[in-house]
């Protein structure tokens, strides 16, 4: 490990005591920020039997923001919407929309540690990138209660793996977050919403070919027959994309409101989960490769990324929705729905599981922060 050792903080030390008790004792962790993504975690990544709960929301605060250098460097349990706020002052945004979900309990809607260990992103990750593609650089504690730092301007990682950047989507397996520098974009100079009445063939037909093009295109979404186009950009591409494209323009507050449910999980789709779905139904999202054709399952659901990211309702056997998404060039995660106990994922591939076990005994070696 080539990581460099960051000087003691004060307000890390009773974290880092908490970690080391607990390698001592045996006793596993269970990250905790504002608890709103807890549902969503796969199943190695939900805390194991007798977990202790470690709370980061006393890490807050943005510690550096560099407006002219379009970074931000901030702490793990500052409160999304804290940060955005500081950013919006600035003019500018976390490009890649992070989903704000509502905290059971309405304690928070989520912190920027949980926002990078979920990887999840929001409408404009085609445009955009991922959570991934922004961060910069982490400070971590690890398993031994060290901490470390990766990227920025250390450039050192581990047997050539980009630490930082596999922390986003790790789901707190490999550490815990205490620090993260993101790059950040200013706010779009102009921006529309046009809406479509199209099927979902001819939707995603369109999408492919919009996409090959030079257009302003920055989020798409399908849902029952409607397909909503958000361009961004200059003012003079978004209007000539306005006129070459057709469609509807849609009223900036009512725009507004859309992408801000589809964003937070707030559409329709997921309030209809959450009410609980009917004896075999199950909410699936599936990553596929944006150009897959329609997909061969019973149901109906919600397309966004350009057809990349699907979220379907369907009584169909899990094997069926795992074996179409990987004909489309991807993989299904259950959601919402299904029996008790009942697998959210297919398996990782053989190489990509060795990789991650290896990854997890260099950096948690007492098995703190997994299941297994």
């Not at 993101?182 to 809406?195: D, F, I, N, S």
Request: glycine share 12%.
């Amino acid at each position: 490990m080539s990581a460099v050792k960051t000087p003691p903080d004060a307000a890390l030390q009773p974290l880092r005591e908490r970690i080391l008790a607990a390698g001592r004792a045996g006793t596993p962790l269970a990250i905790r920020g504002h608890g709103s993504k807890a549902g969503l975690a796969p199943d190695a990544a939900r805390p194991a039997d007798g977990a202790e709960p470690l709370d980061l929301t006393m890490l807050s605060g943005i510690s550096a923001h560099e407006p002219s250098e379009l970074v931000v460097t901030v702490r793990a349990g500052t409160p999304i919407d804290a940060l955005e706020a500081a950013l919006a002052a600035e003019g500018q945004h976390l490009a890649f929309e992070p989903p704000r979900l509502q905290t059971p309990g309405a304690r928070g809607r989520g912190t920027v540690g949980g926002m990078v260990a979920s990887g999840l992103s929001g409408p404009a990750r085609m445009a955009a990138g991922s959570v991934r593609d922004h961060v910069l650089g982490v400070t971590m504690l690890d398993g031994r209660g060290e901490l470390l730092s990766f990227g920025g301007q250390v450039m050192k990682n581990v047997a050539g793996y980009d630490v930082s950047r596999l922390m986003a989507g790790s789901w707190g397996r490999l550490g815990v977050l205490c620090e993260v520098s993101l790059k950040v974009l200013p706010e779009p100079v102009a921006g529309l919403t046009l809406r479509f009445a199209m099927g979902q063939a001819e939707a995603l037909a369109a999408l492919t070919g919009w996409s090959r093009r030079p257009l302003p295109l920055q989020a798409s979404a399908w849902h029952e027959g409607v397909l909503m186009l958000r361009l961004a950009g200059a003012q003079a591409a978004v209007d000539a994309a306005r006129r070459e494209l057709g469609g509807e323009p849609v009223a900036a507050a009512e725009a507004a409101a859309f992408w801000t449910a589809l964003r937070d999980r707030r559409h329709a789709l997921w309030q209809f989960a959450a009410q609980g779905l009917p004896a075999g139904q199950r909410l699936w999202r599936l990553a596929v490769a944006p150009h897959a054709p329609t997909l061969k399952l019973r149901g109906s659901g919600l397309i966004e990324w350009h057809g990349g990211q699907r979220w379907w309702l369907s009584d169909e056997p899990a094997e069926a929705v795992h074996a179409a998404a990987r004909a489309a060039g991807g993989h299904a995660e259950l959601q919402a729905g299904g029996a008790p106990g009942e697998a959210r994922a297919a398996p990782l591939p053989a190489v990509q599981a060795q990789i991650e076990r290896r990854l997890r005994q260099t950096f948690d070696p007492h098995g703190l922060f997994t299941r297994d």
